[in-house]
């Protein structure tokens, strides 16, 4: 039998003892639509972890003296990819597509034969922040609309559970809203809009227990010339500042966090909407893959599903940030001890750690924020085992330009 771990290790990778029973035949084909929106994802993921690691930064900053203080300004803003809202779009796009195949697929089936083309037309998932839109929107299906999508019909009552006046108090906030929103303007307005913002700022003396305790930055464009901080002149402040992409929400000055965007819409798209769409009850496990392999033909389909990931593009993107700064963060407690190895060997030896590797050395390593002696003797055991095996690595005289950067 599977140990606990081993048994989360096999559901996060997908290897799950299911084979979607739940998961019709007819609508196999929307899990891979989710995988091609999930690759766009990971497209997307990939340029924005080279764009926030290029070596000039992603923006520059300048003293201006003004009188008594000196002001901190935005001299420089790295431009972002043209591809990535363009693969933006697209993934949102294809996640309403999603969306659209499946309820027309399940309109069919309900209504037992092939729609005719007014019928057709008239097969769409409305997003009503209202109920009394709904209800407009069903009146406009009574004559020429399918069966299924008539007034009682079980079909309409799980479109109806769907919808953003499910929220009443932030409907425009229901991601089905969102999506929606994002689409019909990136298809009939305008591309998708994208743009530096910073996410937060902090004082390195100042001393955060999580991330919640993070100062709250405005949620707009960072533009040439904006003035982040003022300090006397003459002090100097150090602090840490992390930038991040956002995305504009459609008639609105929201810019909210690009990857957190995609990542809410995309799982509540695949583990809340389309299985309650498909069964109409609470969704079932294992929810659907974020991925499975679509580059090539398979003769069980649903062999292939089941063997897909659970992980999605944004999560691994996380994870790859996170771990970005981990390799950083260990160098700089690495040089806080005695016999420090030098900047090549610990280069050499992060190179051939994978990211969850690195994710789990630094995580043994303890918070301390009242300076606890116990804690520090903890974190100073923890950094000398680490610097015993950096040392003891085969892999430590490798050349430079093989080295993580």
Known sequence: MKSAAAAMGDYDR?????????????????????????????QISDLLFEYHTQSDGVFCLREVPAGPVSRT?????????????????????ALRAALEHA???EVEFADGAPLDEKAAQLVEMPASHAYEKFEKWKKNRVRHGPLSLRAGSELLRRVAGLQPFQRPAEPQMHPLARLVLHTNHAKHRTPVVTTVRLAAMYRDDQVLRSIEDL????????????VIAETPIGTKVPVTLFPTIGINR?????WPV???????????????????LITGSEPPQPPLPARYEISVGHEDERRAVV?????????RYKRRLSAASARINLVEHLGQIYDFPNGQQVSAWLAHLTDEEVLGKIS??????????????????????????????????KPADEQWT
């Open 258 to 276: 690009l990857m957190q965007e995609l990542d809410e819409i995309s799982q509540w798209v695949r583990c809340q909407a389309l299985p309650r």
């Open 103 to 105: 309820l027309f697929a």
């Open 307 to 315: 063997a897909g990931s659970l992980t999605s593009a944004a999560s």
């Open 250 to 254: 459609p008639r609105t000055d929201r």
């Open 73 to 93: 300004v935005v001299d420089r803003v790295a431009p972002i990819p043209r591809k990535v809202p363009l693969l933006v779009a697209d993934a949102l796009v």
């Open 14 to 42: 997908g290897v799950v003892d299911s084979t979607y029973d739940w998961l019709p035949e007819r609508h196999l084909g929307v899990a891979a639509t989710l995988a091609h929106a999930d690759e766009l994802i990971e």
């Open 364 to 397: 043994a390593l303890k918070q301390n924020h009242n300076y606890d002696p116990r804690v520090m003797r903890h974190n100073a055991e923890v950094l000398a085992r680490l610097r015993d095996e950096i040392l003891n690595s085969p892999h430590e005289n």
């Open 215 to 226: 100062p709250k930055q405005p949620e707009k464009p960072l533009c040439v010339g904006d």
